[in-house]
């Protein structure tokens, strides 16, 4: 029986990790809901329903092991291709991407969970006998593995989740061993063949990057998104305005604030001191995903918690960045934060892979 | 692997840790970010949020302008108001929008529409009325304070140096159809280029709007401008048009139906190029409501097709060059062939007349191409053989498309035997002699025309007609330029050319084309008339006039292809607006330059 949960197993649960996380969730209901403080609290209420269904799939996953969940990884990620490939024919269009499907009544996001197929595919790309020790036709085969979905994502047009699959990638090849000057050889190959596809792009898909790369080349559209979400991180100074107080969040001015802006909700609502107990929630998750892989007693194990790590890590920052202007906006959500279902569940599993390995240290 | 899995499990712990601290790293980034943004800036922040009033409009970019050869504009830009609506800072919709309709007098049910077509949080301004009048400004201006989200925009827009001028060539800037939107290319409210030279160059001519951040008081009133993106001025187009000969083929072609193109032997560079009836380029500009335009599309005129290329019409005796050509390069006529012309041919039951009552008499080749004598043509296209006119019609371009970039352009049409019993139908003699005076099926455009002319005139060079010399971008930098490229060459000896261009002279100087001489200029051309539909009658003014020139004679410099629809003989009517043309070009530019040279 795959369900058959053991003793030794509950024993090695991993509570801060969980605790984190629960902190994490906690402070996203509490962020939707004063959101939605004094006129109806749908989104929030979704919210926890999603969080119900992640919660389901985090106990399904964990109490998988990973390494079959990783002996599937083919399967999976084939699976996972197919989906993308569906939202570019069945996918419904939402401001210029496709990123949606719609089953029933739900739509979800196949980019997303895409995400941890891919973590899984390259633990088992990297830790197949024939793989070992790492050779550069492996080094091929495994970036071919990362290019065909960047490519499906790229076209999507969904420049986030292409963005996050690099650095999964980067952090567990670097965990393998490859050389830090050879992934810098990597990254400079990729740059130089940049232009190659600038001169491939129409006029009007060049102008669509540059305003990604500089959001003040478009000053009615993201620009207008960034300086506001300033306003509002800003406004909240040390400790806050409060819920009501929050007129940057509650009168709208602040657009996308439930979903990828949720940072600047908070931060307005709960100052420096919010953020910092915020961000140390995610550090604490992050840390602990570190210490998992550092000690992994197998590859697959490794190679997992390395990659569902790199993953949250690369997100959390990427979005923190993003939404206090540090870096160009792409469209990220904040793991465990910003309100939709396909992104609370599939964080909720990546949980559940975490815990899988750490349960299964010392089998 | 299995020698050292201590010394394994440490260095995998080590490379964990180091990315354990690059991550933290990035943490610290974002504290401090945090830091500096509520802590050290955060009493500025508070301020503004509280009194957040940021605006955000847009600021249109110019077009570029189209200039002629010698810098001359052909458009330039004015400004103009237009009114537009924020969905995202209207607050009281209905109100609003109930007050704009009874201002400006537009159905309120026409601005429901055009807002429920957008987002309601949308920044974008939706554009309801373009081209106000001063009085429609000061009005909205006035009641400013009751239309939150309603905003008076200055616009570039286009004028035209005269309303029709170049109608076709330049084509007209309009908002973009809704069609045009869904393709993701252009923005709702964006003035593009829909037709001619305004489409083809659009990427380049639009520039890129820029915006400002405007912060205003609670009343909506603007404080103060925090950040200023200018717009990028569209790219500036040199053509190969002159301005002037435009003008003159525009005036001497008035009041008829018709087209002219005049292009250069030597380059392949259009001058002019004009289609008449044309429409007014100004009435698109601006609103121009339904009704109108369906009137444009119905009109019996047709003054939205541009003749010059969209229109094919058989080239009558101008395409006896073609048969001379092919005749003569390929050894079936000869300079010496004579033949008697009594004003009728027959063959086998048919009977095929000349268009001179009585015939022409003892005739040549010379003679026949210079008094356009049907008779000798009809028995020298037996002689030459379909297949040979067919070969050479196409060597010289004819029933294809000449590659110009302007949208529309039809090909034409070359019937040969071969592709008449690909239809099924088994090609007569008959069909033969209708084609060496160029009538049956054959089809050609005026465009086509003048490109075969230029071939003659220089040669046999055979060039892609070129209307763009160079883009360049507002900086100055070069964004695009065209050189001249022949796409084909018509392989005569020199003696063919010699002889085809004499006796285009003579046409001229003592034959059908002498309504078109000029005294200081030798014009070399061909007449031609074609009967636009089965047994039509010139003297009712049923027939297509032609007239395919070049000028010098000696030194060709220019081509004038002159057609006018229904308009009768082509050494008549055709003839003497070429010459009208050529005295333009030639005469009073020389007037023009002791003008200069005394002042």
Same mark, same amino acid.
């Given at each position: 029986?795959?369900?058959?949960?053991?003793?030794?197993?509950?024993?090695?649960?991993?509570?801060?990790?969980?605790? *984190?996380?629960?902190?994490?969730?906690?402070?996203?209901?509490?962020?939707?809901?004063?959101?939605?403080?004094?006129?109806?609290?749908?989104?929030?209420?979704?919210?926890?329903?999603?969080?119900?269904?992640?919660?389901?799939?985090?106990?399904?996953?964990?109490?998988?092991?990973?390494?079959?969940?990783?002996r599937a990884a083919p399967v999976l990620y084939v699976a996972g291709l197919g989906l993308l490939v569906a939202v570019f024919t069945l996918g419904r269009t939402v401001s210029g991407a496709r990123r949606w499907l719609h089953v029933g009544p739900v739509t979800v996001q196949p980019s997303e969970l895409f995400k941890l197929i891919f973590v899984l595919a390259l633990a088992w790309a990297l830790t197949s006998r024939w793989a070992r020790p790492l050779s550069r036709a492996t080094l091929g085969w495994t970036a071919g593995l990362a290019a065909v979905p960047f490519l499906l994502v790229v076209r999507q047009p969904d420049l986030g989740t292409a963005v996050v699959l690099l650095?999964?990638?980067?952090?567990?090849?670097? &965990?393998?061993?490859?050389?830090?000057?050879?992934?810098? &050889? %990597?990254?400079?190959?990729?740059?130089?063949?940049?232009?190659?596809?600038?001169?491939?792009?129409?006029?009007?898909?060049?102008?669509?990057?540059?305003?990604?790369?500089?959001?003040?080349?478009?000053?009615?559209?993201?620009?207008?998104?960034?300086?506001?979400?300033?306003?509002?991180?800003?406004?909240?100074?040390?400790?806050?305005?409060?819920?009501?107080? *929050?007129?940057?969040?509650? /009168?709208?001015?602040?657009?996308?604030?439930?979903?990828?802006?949720?940072?600047?909700?908070? *931060?307005?609502?709960?100052?420096?001191?919010?953020?910092?107990?915020?961000?140390?929630?995610?550090?604490?998750?992050?840390?602990?995903? %570190? @210490?998992?892989?550092?000690?992994?007693?197998?590859?697959?194990?490794? #190679?997992?918690?390395?990659?569902?790590?790199?993953?949250?890590?690369?997100?959390?920052?990427?979005?923190?960045?993003?939404?206090?202007?540090?870096?160009?906006v792409v469209g990220i959500p904040l793991p465990f934060m910003s309100y939709g279902g396909s992104s609370m569940v599939v964080s909720l599993m990546a949980l559940g892979l975490l815990l899988s390995v750490r349960m299964r240290q010392f089998q | 692997m299995r020698a050292a899995p201590g010394a394994r499990r440490e260095a995998w712990s080590r490379r964990v840790l180091a990315m354990t601290l690059v991550v933290a790293a990035g943490f610290v980034c974002v504290l401090g970010q945090l830091w500096y943004l509520q802590v050290l800036e955060g009493a500025r922040f508070r301020e503004m949020s509280e009194r957040n009033r940021i605006r955000v409009r847009p600021v249109a970019a110019p077009r570029g302008i189209l200039y002629d050869r010698h810098g001359l504009a052909?458009?330039?830009?004015?400004?103009? %108001?237009?009114?537009?609506?924020?969905?995202?800072?209207? +607050?009281?919709?209905?109100?609003?929008?109930?007050?704009?309709?009874?201002? /400006?007098?537009?159905?309120?049910?026409?601005?429901? +529409?055009?807002?429920?077509?957008?987002?309601?949080?949308?920044?974008?301004?939706?554009?309801?009325?373009?081209?106000?009048?001063?009085?429609?400004?000061?009005?909205?201006?006035?009641?400013? #304070?009751?239309?939150?989200g309603v905003v008076v925009e200055v616009e570039p827009q286009r004028?035209?140096?005269?309303?029709?001028?170049?109608?076709?060539?330049?084509?007209?800037?309009?908002?973009?159809?809704? @069609?045009?939107?869904?393709?993701?290319?252009?923005?709702?409210?964006?003035?593009?280029?829909?037709?001619?030279?305004?489409? /083809?160059?659009? +990427?380049?001519?639009?520039?890129?709007?820029?915006?400002?951040?405007?912060?205003?008081?609670?009343?909506?009133?603007?404080?103060?401008?925090?950040?200023?993106?200018?717009?990028?001025? &569209? *790219?500036?187009?040199?053509?190969?048009?002159?301005?002037?000969?435009? +003008?003159?083929?525009?005036?001497a072609l008035a009041g008829r139906a018709g087209s002219?193109?005049?292009?250069?032997?030597?380059? &392949?560079?259009?001058?002019?190029?004009?289609?008449?009836?044309?429409?007014?380029?100004?009435?698109?500009?601006?609103?121009?409501?339904?009704?109108?335009?369906?009137?444009?599309?119905?009109?019996?005129?047709?003054?939205?097709?541009?003749?010059?290329?969209?229109?094919?019409?058989?080239?009558?005796?101008?395409?006896?060059?073609?048969?001379?050509?092919?005749?003569?390069?390929?050894?079936?006529?000869?300079p010496m062939d004579r033949t008697y012309c009594n004003g009728e041919f027959r063959l086998g039951a048919w009977t095929f007349k000349d268009w001179h009552e009585g015939g022409h008499g003892h005739m040549d080749l010379r003679s026949a191409i210079v008094q356009s004598c049907n008779v000798f043509f009809y028995q020298a296209g037996l002689k030459v053989g379909a297949e040979a006119i067919a070969r050479y019609a196409r060597a010289f371009g004819l029933g294809a498309p000449s590659g110009i970039e302007l949208g529309g352009e039809k090909p034409g049409l070359v019937p040969s035997p071969a592709l008449k019993r690909r239809q099924g139908r088994p090609w007569h003699g008959g069909d033969t002699v209708n084609m060496s005076i160029g009538q049956g099926q054959l089809l050609v455009t005026p465009l086509q025309v003048a490109r075969m002319m230029a071939a003659v005139a220089n040669g046999g060079i055979l060039w892609k007609p070129r209307l763009i010399q160079r883009v360049e971008r507002a900086d100055g930098t070069l964004a695009y330029s065209e050189a001249s490229r022949m796409t084909g060459q018509v392989d005569l000896s020199p003696v063919v050319w010699a002889f085809l261009r004499d006796a285009l002279r003579r046409v001229v100087s003592e034959g059908t084309g002498h309504a078109a001489r000029l005294p200081g200029i030798e014009v070399a051309g061909k007449t031609g008339t074609a009967q636009s539909v089965a047994h039509s009658d010139s003297a009712r003014g049923q027939d297509h006039a032609w007239f395919a020139s070049f000028a010098p004679a000696a030194d060709p410099q220019v081509v004038v292809v002159v057609l006018v629809e229904r308009g009768g003989k082509g050494g008549q009517v055709a003839a003497p607006i070429a010459r009208a043309i050529y005295r333009a070009i030639f005469l009073e530019k020389v007037a023009m330059a002791f003008a200069g040279t005394e002042s």
């Open positions: 029986m795959i369900f058959r949960i053991d003793r030794r197993l509950l024993q090695n649960v991993d509570w801060t990790l969980l605790a *984190a996380a629960g902190a994490i969730v906690t402070l996203s209901i509490l962020s939707l809901w004063s959101l939605a403080w004094g006129g109806g609290s749908g989104i929030a209420l979704r919210q926890l329903w999603w969080v119900g269904v992640g919660l389901g799939a985090l106990v399904v996953v964990a109490s998988l092991d990973y390494r079959t969940l990783v650095p999964v990638l980067a952090a567990v090849l670097l &965990g393998v061993g490859l050389r830090l000057k050879v992934l810098a &050889g %990597f990254a400079l190959g990729a740059v130089a063949a940049m232009p190659l596809g600038w001169l491939l792009l129409r006029a009007y898909q060049r102008e669509r990057l540059l305003v990604y790369l500089d959001p003040f080349r478009d000053p009615l559209g993201t620009a207008y998104n960034v300086i506001q979400a300033k306003i509002a991180i800003g406004s909240g100074q040390l400790l806050g305005k409060g819920v009501s107080g *929050a007129t940057q969040s509650r /009168l709208a001015f602040l657009p996308e604030r439930h979903t990828d802006f949720i940072f600047a909700v908070f *931060a307005e609502m709960w100052g420096f001191v919010g953020c910092l107990v915020l961000i140390l929630a995610y550090g604490l998750l992050v840390l602990r995903g %570190f @210490e998992i892989a550092a000690g992994a007693r197998e590859p697959r194990g490794r #190679l997992v918690a390395l990659g569902v790590t790199a993953l949250f890590a690369t997100q959390t920052l990427i979005n923190l960045g993003m939404v206090t202007g540090l870096l160009p | 052909l458009v330039d830009n004015r400004p103009a %108001f237009t009114v537009s609506l924020i969905p995202r800072e209207m +607050e009281d919709r209905d109100s609003v929008l109930a007050r704009l309709s009874i201002l /400006l007098k537009v159905p309120l049910a026409e601005l429901q +529409e055009m807002l429920a077509r957008v987002p309601a949080d949308s920044l974008r301004p939706v554009r309801v009325r373009r081209d106000l009048s001063l009085e429609d400004v000061a009005r909205v201006e006035e009641w400013k #304070l009751e239309l939150p004028v035209y140096p005269t309303s029709t001028f170049a109608a076709h060539l330049l084509g007209y800037v309009r908002e973009v159809t809704e @069609e045009q939107t869904r393709q993701g290319r252009y923005r709702r409210g964006d003035m593009i280029g829909q037709v001619g030279l305004e489409r /083809l160059l659009d +990427e380049h001519l639009r520039g890129r709007d820029g915006g400002e951040r405007i912060e205003v008081d609670a009343l909506g009133r603007p404080v103060q401008v925090m950040q200023r993106e200018e717009p990028r001025p &569209g *790219a500036q187009v040199v053509t190969t048009l002159d301005r002037r000969i435009q +003008e003159a083929a525009e005036a002219v193109v005049v292009m250069d032997p030597r380059s &392949g560079d259009i001058l002019a190029m004009t289609s008449s009836p044309a429409f007014s380029l100004d009435r698109f500009a601006g609103n121009l409501d339904r009704e109108a335009w369906l009137a444009l599309v119905k009109d019996p005129t047709h003054p939205l097709l541009n003749r010059a290329l969209q229109s094919q019409y058989a080239p009558g005796s101008v395409f006896k060059i073609v048969v001379a050509a092919a005749g003569l390069q390929e050894g079936s006529l000869t």
